[in-house]
């Protein structure tokens, strides 16, 4: 007997539907959430299409970890709290073995950001997967794009263009030695959504962004949204050493401005509020439109339409 799309349901995600905030989890035709008392309910939606983002060729744990981590990203982005999550998945077939490690990186990554998967669809096609986050914040305390203000310092949280040379490593496109491999490799496929500092933010940043599709591109979604300039000094950019003794400095300043999958937070931040821990400032807030930067790198951030 074959497996029906219920005893797949039943086998590799139902368990994983506990929460403090789960009135009704997977098995019923909607979940119920309760929230906090006066909170705003956030929601974001991610998918990962085979063919476009590495879906086959990565480990199953490392995929589902990877989707939701870059999901709940959108979240920290907010200044949200995660408080569930739901999984639309299309499998060209129910392969168990696949499952069974796509289900083992699915928990991991839910008790890593403390949200409870409480629903999904499973059907069959080409390998694709899209992840829907829900998180919550007091309901006037959250992050946006749109609220830059001339004269803010320009930050950003962790170092800068990891995960694009642990990609082009997974690719065969860079060979560094293995302890270097491993962090930027890991940095691509296990990358953490920057959740306790976008809360952190909430009482002092004026915007903030995740860096999905690369600095420079992400960027100029904050400077459009607020109507500002924004200057970059490369200089300053945030580099990790296993970075540094990857390639050189044009190729790593390149990746640090226009690689993606980072999921770090750039955020601007008034005079007088202090750095946080383990962020940089690396530029500023200016009368004007779009971004300056002392270099240019020959490509900026991942478009899905553009050719
Ligand atoms: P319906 O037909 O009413 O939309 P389904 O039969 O598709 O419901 O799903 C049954 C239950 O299993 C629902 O609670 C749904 O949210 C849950 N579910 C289905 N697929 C997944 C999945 N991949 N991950 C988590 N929950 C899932
Ligand atoms: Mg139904």
């Given at each position: 007997m074959?497996d029906s799309?219920f005893?797949?349901?039943?086998?590799f995600?139902?368990?994983?539907?506990?929460?403090a905030?789960?009135?009704?989890?997977?098995?019923?035709?909607?979940?119920?959430l309760?929230?906090?008392?006066?909170?705003?309910?956030?929601?974001s939606?991610?998918?990962?299409?085979?063919?476009?983002?590495?879906?086959?060729?990565l480990?199953?744990?490392?995929?589902?970890?990877?989707?939701t981590m870059?999901?709940a990203?959108?979240?920290?982005?907010?200044?949200?709290?995660?408080?569930?999550?739901?999984?639309?998945?299309t499998?060209?077939?129910?392969d168990?073995?696949?499952?069974?490690?796509?289900?083992?990186?699915?928990?991991?990554v839910?008790?890593?950001?403390?949200?409870p998967?409480?629903?999904?669809?499973?059907?069959?096609?080409?390998?694709?997967l899209?992840?829907?986050?829900?998180g919550?914040?007091?309901?006037?305390?959250?992050?946006?794009?749109?609220?830059?203000?001339?004269?803010?310092r320009?930050?950003?949280?962790?170092?800068?263009?990891?995960?694009?040379?642990?990609?082009?490593?997974?690719?065969?496109?860079?060979?560094?030695d293995?302890?270097?491999?491993a962090?930027?490799?890991?940095?691509?496929?296990?990358?953490s959504?920057?959740?306790a500092l976008?809360?952190?933010?909430?009482?002092?940043?004026?915007?903030?962004?995740?860096?999905?599709?690369?600095?420079?591109?992400?960027?100029?979604?904050?400077?459009?949204?607020?109507?500002?300039?924004?200057?970059?000094?490369s200089?300053?950019l945030?580099?990790?050493?296993?970075?540094?003794?990857?390639?050189d400095?044009?190729?790593?300043?390149?990746?640090?401005?226009?690689?993606?999958?980072?999921?770090?937070?750039?955020?601007?931040?008034?005079?007088?509020?202090?750095?946080p821990?383990?962020?940089?400032?690396?530029?500023?807030?200016?009368?004007?439109?779009?971004?300056?930067?002392?270099?240019?790198?020959?490509?900026?951030?991942?478009?899905?339409?553009?050719?």
């Amino acid at each position: 007997m074959s497996d029906s799309e219920f005893d797949l349901i039943q086998d590799f995600f139902a368990g994983l539907d506990q929460g403090a905030s789960v009135r009704l989890g997977i098995g019923d035709d909607a979940a119920a959430l309760s929230l906090p008392e006066g909170h705003l309910l956030h929601i974001s939606t991610d998918t990962a299409v085979e063919g476009v983002h590495l879906l086959a060729s990565l480990p199953p744990a490392d995929v589902a970890y990877r989707s939701t981590m870059a999901a709940a990203s959108d979240l920290a982005a907010m200044g949200a709290t995660p408080e569930a999550l739901l999984l639309a998945l299309t499998l060209p077939e129910a392969d168990r073995v696949w499952l069974e490690d796509f289900s083992r990186g699915l928990a991991e990554v839910s008790r890593e950001i403390g949200a409870p998967l409480v629903g999904g669809d499973t059907t069959r096609g080409s390998l694709s997967l899209t992840v829907t986050v829900l998180g919550s914040t007091p309901a006037d305390r959250y992050l946006t794009r749109s609220g830059a203000k001339v004269g803010d310092r320009l930050c950003v949280s962790g170092t800068l263009g990891d995960a694009a040379a642990g990609l082009a490593v997974l690719n065969g496109e860079l060979a560094v030695d293995e302890s270097a491999a491993a962090f930027l490799t890991t940095r691509y496929t296990r990358p953490s959504a920057r959740l306790a500092l976008g809360q952190a933010l909430r009482d002092c940043a004026t915007s903030c962004i995740d860096l999905s599709d690369g600095l420079l591109a992400d960027a100029a979604h904050i400077a459009s949204a607020s109507g500002v300039g924004l200057e970059i000094d490369s200089a300053l950019l945030p580099l990790s050493k296993a970075l540094g003794s990857s390639a050189d400095l044009d190729q790593r300043l390149d990746w640090a401005l226009a690689g993606g999958d980072d999921y770090e937070l750039l955020f601007t931040l008034p005079d007088n509020m202090p750095l946080p821990n383990g962020c940089t400032e690396m530029g500023r807030v200016v009368a004007g439109s779009g971004i300056s930067c002392d270099r240019t790198p020959e490509r900026i951030g991942y478009d899905h339409f553009r050719r």
